[in-house]
């Protein structure tokens, strides 16, 4: 018995050949689907006043399952490279992500490409809006910062036909292409860490954006496993602040900590500037770092190896995170399959006084 072949739709693999090869949803498709002519779809789009409120619930609904966006260029332009890259950051004001920015810009930059950057914040709904513009405006290819977590926001990327690069986390099941590294590997690494430091009683601080979070559970996971959480074998003590995270918030939130744990003897931070604001609180209470408290922050900024105590915290390779995501939209620009679409860059713990 000959076995029928799944709905093209269902396959992501077949997803990912057509749309490489014949360049994304257009209107003919959209049109085709809703059972209409092109014009009629456009009309749809653009004046929907001038077309039946059937034809367009139908031309609606056609968009919606396939994800079409319109081309805001379309006409505009003689040839059908922008030259233009966009790239999503969650905000401008981390500095943890300008180490990206930069490497990204100038190596695009070499190979006579723009840069256009977009701050989505932490909201997801946020994210799918910018990127419905970006996609609108059809760069040459979209870096993400994270994984695309929003099933609308990842249906249009795939429908769109331009090269993704989601940076800065891991998965199996990437979008298209992606560079980066496991968050919960990290929180693994700094319990082992801070266990073979002589550690005991370790607590966190973190964002309570996801990929904090996710390093957070990580870290506490661990640290039950190795004998050094909360008492009797539960999670280490911690205290989430609002991302992006701040001094201030670093301050405030070791206080909490020492109130209501004040046998804890580390903080996991996940962030270099909520560190700062944990150094800073210590100080000011006369807990000695690193005697009474090993302090580990996150991102290895450059303020990290000048203060005092010097901040012991994780280094990610940011400049490469951006070189190589470069040069991967400008391969499949060129129309060459990538080696490695999906790259591990790892990271590594840089020990320094405070740990």
């Not at 367009?56 to 968009?63: E, F, G, I, M, Q």
């Not at 909201?123 to 910018?130: I, K, T, Y």
Request: net charge positive.
């Amino acid at each position: 018995m000959t076995r029928k072949p799944e709905p093209e739709e269902k396959d992501p693999a077949r997803q990912r050949r057509v749309r490489r090869s014949a360049g994304g949803i257009t209107l003919r498709d959209v049109a085709k689907l809703a059972g209409v002519a092109p014009i009629t779809a456009s009309r749809a789009l653009n004046t929907p006043d001038a077309v039946s409120p059937e034809v367009l619930r139908k031309v609606r609904d056609a968009v919606a399952q396939t994800g079409y966006v319109p081309n805001m260029l379309a006409g505009g332009l003689a040839s059908s490279r922008s030259r233009l890259v966009a790239a999503v950051v969650p905000t401008v004001s981390g500095p943890v992500f300008l180490e990206t920015v930069q490497s990204l810009t100038e190596s695009l930059a070499e190979h006579g490409y723009q840069l256009m950057l977009g701050q989505s914040g932490y909201a997801d709904s946020r994210e799918d809006a910018l990127l419905e513009a970006i996609i609108g405006r059809r760069p040459d290819g979209v870096v993400l910062t994270g994984i695309m977590r929003s099933p609308e926001g990842r249906r249009r990327l795939v429908s769109s036909g331009i090269p993704v690069v989601e940076t800065w986390d891991l998965t199996p099941t990437p979008i298209d292409m992606l560079v980066g590294f496991s968050h919960e590997a990290i929180g693994k690494a700094v319990a082992a860490f801070l266990k073979q430091r002589g550690r005991r009683r370790v607590a966190s601080i973190h964002g309570n954006d996801e990929r904090a979070v996710r390093r957070h559970r990580a870290f506490d996971e661990a640290a039950v496993e190795l004998g050094i959480g909360g008492k009797r074998k539960s999670a280490p003590p911690a205290v989430a602040v609002p991302a992006p995270t701040t001094l201030g918030s670093g301050r405030a939130a070791l206080r909490e900590l020492l109130d209501r744990s004040p046998e804890i003897d580390a903080v996991f931070c996940s962030s270099d500037l909520l560190a700062l604001g944990v150094l800073t609180e210590a100080q000011a209470s006369g807990v000695r770092v690193p005697d009474d408290l090993a302090v580990i922050g996150f991102g290895d900024l450059g303020f990290a190896r000048d203060l005092h105590p010097a901040l012991t915290t994780v280094r990610i390779d940011g400049t490469a995170i951006g070189r190589l995501a470069a040069r991967l939209i400008i391969e499949r620009v060129a129309g060459r399959t990538p080696d490695q679409p999906v790259q591990d860059i790892g990271f590594s713990i840089v020990e320094r006084a405070s740990a």
